[in-house]
């Protein structure tokens, strides 16, 4: 009504006097109005060209935010940690989580063999990666790990055979998890 009254061409003072309101509330009202009028451009988000990565890396490898923010800085991501994550939180509300099977063996039938890198070590003044070399038996699920600095093959030969101590044996298979990746990262990495 105001607006109204305000497009016929009378002031302030004449709307004031005509509604029974002060002009201040006059005013206030045909600001707030024209506030409310304006459309806001939503600002983009730093996020808006990885969008669609971020969905690809949780929909097929179920990355944490953590891991997704180191590939998403890989292309280029400038932003911070915590809208990545409010935003992956969001993805993940409604998702469905798949259901995982353990594959069963028999006893001594299968194990399996994996290395994990755990930061760095000072040794003798250098630093130095540090890893786990851990066998897992596939019936049992008793665990061997073993942590080194030296992931030469002569090593691995040792920390096999020092697995094979401590459970008294070795399984009929043996499966390894990208073994052959982490010795050409580390050749490379010293060359």
Known sequence: MIRNLKEMGMSNRDIARELGISRNT?????KKTR???????????????????IHALIDEHNLSAVRILEEIRKLGYNGG?????????ELRK???IQAVYRYETGPGKQSQV???EFGSI?????????YAFSILLGYSRTRYA????DISTNNVI???????????GYTDTMLYDNMNQRAKREENSLN
């Open 26 to 30: 006059v005013s206030r009202m045909l």
């Open 35 to 53: 506030i409310q009028d304006r459309k806001r451009k939503r600002k983009g988000s730093k996020l808006d060209p990885y969008r669609d990565r």
């Open 81 to 89: 940690y915590t809208i990545l994550k409010e935003y992956c939180r």
């Open 94 to 96: 409604n998702r469905r």
């Open 114 to 116: 994996d290395f994990g």
């Open 122 to 130: 000072e040794i003798d003044g250098k630093r130095k990666k540090l």
């Open 146 to 149: 073993e942590f080194t600095a």
């Open 158 to 168: 040792k920390m096999h055979l020092n697995s094979f101590t401590f459970f008294g």
